[in-house]
């Protein structure tokens, strides 16, 4: 596998259901990423995940926001309790090690909350 | 005062012309990272450095670190150029866990046949 696959491509939920958002970074890359991009905005930053390390998680937005990186490869972000607010474009990006190596992206999931 | 500024945030051009966009910070820096995102909305990553200048075709980014500038250039501009610009600055902390990326707002570029 070449890049960097998101699942799903779509997500179509309602309010105040959980919904899981799957990233298989390249194999290789130990960085992993998620962003947002709400309808109009910029790229919102969420959570980083380097190697073992504890992961950076400044910018999850609520409590409602978790990640978890499994074998240091496959991520799940998981939403609880959906909020409209919450329907964006959710954007994976891994690197080779450190953030300074240029990111490659998924192709997205957009999450719709209803 | 946003950490990271661009400019402009529109700009149509005409087929063959120079394009710059400039991005400045506020911010101390580990590197920055250009990006740019088609109008589908994929993302494309572009350039990300540290100091001097990089090229890759027809694109030249470039950074002043003293100045807290960077520049991304577009020669021989071309229709399949039209996308958002985005300047993003890196910072990371005392462990490489502690990481911060700043976006730009992004620059929407037109070029026009």
């Known amino acids: 596998g070449a890049g960097v696959s998101q699942s799903p491509s779509n997500k179509v939920t309602e309010k105040g259901k959980d919904v899981e958002l799957r990233c298989d970074p390249i194999s290789g890359h130990t960085a992993l990423y998620w962003y947002r991009q709400s309808l109009g905005q910029g790229l919102e930053f969420l959570i980083y995940f380097q190697g073992n390390s504890a992961p950076d998680k400044s910018g999850l937005p609520s409590d409602r926001f978790s990640a978890e990186r499994t074998g240091g490869s496959v991520s799940t972000l998981t939403i609880q309790r959906t909020q409209q607010e919450d329907s964006a474009v959710y954007l994976c990006?891994?690197?080779?090690?450190?953030?300074?190596?240029?990111?490659?992206f998924g192709p997205g999931t957009r999450l719709t909350v209803l | 005062k946003n950490e990271v500024e661009q400019s402009p945030q529109n700009l149509t051009a005409q087929e063959g012309e120079f394009i710059t966009i400039n991005c400045s910070y506020s911010v101390g820096i580990s590197a920055l990272h250009w990006l740019q995102q088609h109008p589908g909305g994929g993302i494309v990553s572009l350039f990300m450095l540290s100091s001097g200048k990089k090229k890759h075709g027809r694109l030249i980014a470039t950074i002043n670190i003293q100045e807290k500038h960077s520049s991304l250039h577009i020669t021989a501009s071309h229709p399949r150029d039209s996308a958002v610009y985005i300047c993003a600055a890196l910072v990371i902390g005392e462990s490489d866990s502690n990481y911060q990326l700043i976006w730009g707002a992004g620059t929407k570029l037109i070029i026009k046949p």
């Open positions: 990006a891994s690197s080779l090690d450190r953030p300074y190596n240029e990111q490659f």
